[in-house]
């Protein structure tokens, strides 16, 4: 195993269990060429790491402060005193000018109560194949394994192969889960070391994909038979929002897309939009545009499973 191979990762989280068959390990890499509207994980979108600033964790300027000498670009500024529940008195918390702000991180390295992080780090193949296989047992006693997620694992292509590769020679399961928004012939490398392609369908219609996620939907679509051709298997994800791709014609177009694919699709998954992301927005200085939506009800979702179900079982919802 190459020390030289180096993955720019943001997470990486054990014991998940919505990302391919039983209990599972997922790393999530940084970048993605997409940029939807509902994306829960903001930090993953650039393909640089970004300043994360979380309020809660910072101490005050009369605890530190070191940020404010820090910042070489004067992007840093003390903010009104506040009064902390915590400490029980008023602290003076800090505020950043992302106009300002280049992404140095500099202030990542003295804040203290890490209030002030970057988005991720770069990590070895090994070190992040030492981590996975810390939860070998989860995956034999639970038939899970490995998902590479992101951002978009495919932008990172060289890295994901490296991993998967190296995931199969420990006889680990794998999955891959992507927007399938890549040349083909990057997908195709994937193929010997992929048992499951957890696989995007966010719209059917191009110009509503290229609208709402900023790239048309025609590479995926066709990257999705391609898989489907070369013997790939793919569970397919559907995130529903409201508004944006829950109306009867493009649920209607997905399941008759799905089921013209035939045998080879293991299951679809149906993903109601949430709010648990909104917050990540407020970390990185970001507006989101569609933070006035509401999940969807649990009758409506319903609604929405037993439609698709006239073209396609299973469907799950979570």
Not at 243 to 255: C, F, P, R
Not at 286 to 308: I, T, W
């Amino acid at each position: 195993m190459s020390q030289e191979i180096i993955g720019r990762i943001y997470d990486i989280q054990g014991f998940s269990v919505h990302d391919g068959p039983g209990i599972r390990t997922s790393v999530f890499l940084s970048g993605c060429p997409l940029s939807c509207l509902w994306c829960h994980n903001p930090e993953s979108v650039p393909f640089h790491y970004v300043l994360s600033y979380t309020s809660v964790k910072c101490i005050g300027i009369e605890k530190c402060g070191l940020c404010l000498s820090t910042c070489k670009k004067n992007a840093i500024k003390a903010s009104q005193p506040n009064y902390s529940p915590l400490s029980e008195s008023d602290i003076t918390l800090i505020d950043v000018d992302r106009k300002k702000c280049t992404d140095c991180l500099d202030c990542t390295q003295v804040c203290k109560p890490r209030a002030l992080i970057a988005s991720g780090k770069d990590m070895k193949l090994e070190d992040v194949m030492a981590r996975i296989l810390k939860d070998r047992a989860y995956f034999n006693n639970s038939g899970g394994g490995l998902t590479i997620s992101g951002g978009e694992a495919l932008a990172q292509i060289d890295f994901t192969v490296a991993l998967l590769k190296a995931a199969k020679n420990e006889n680990i399961h794998t999955c891959l889960d992507t927007t399938g928004f890549a040349a083909w012939k990057t997908l195709e490398r994937t193929l010997p070391y992929v048992d499951l392609y957890l696989y995007d369908l966010k719209h059917m219609d191009p110009n509503q994909h290229q609208k709402y996620t900023g790239v048309s939907n025609e590479l995926i679509l066709e990257n999705a038979q391609k898989l489907v051709t070369a013997g790939g298997k793919i569970q397919f994800r559907f995130p529903i929002i409201p508004g944006v791709n829950d109306s009867a014609k493009n649920l209607h177009a997905t399941g008759k897309f799905i089921k013209a694919l035939g045998p080879s699709i293991q299951l679809l998954q149906l993903l109601p939009y949430h709010q648990l992301g909104l917050l990540k927005y407020d970390k990185l200085g970001k507006e989101n545009e569609l933070k006035h939506l509401k999940s969807p009800s649990d009758a409506v979702m319903q609604e929405y499973k037993q439609l698709l179900e006239s073209y396609f079982t299973p469907i799950q919802i979570h």
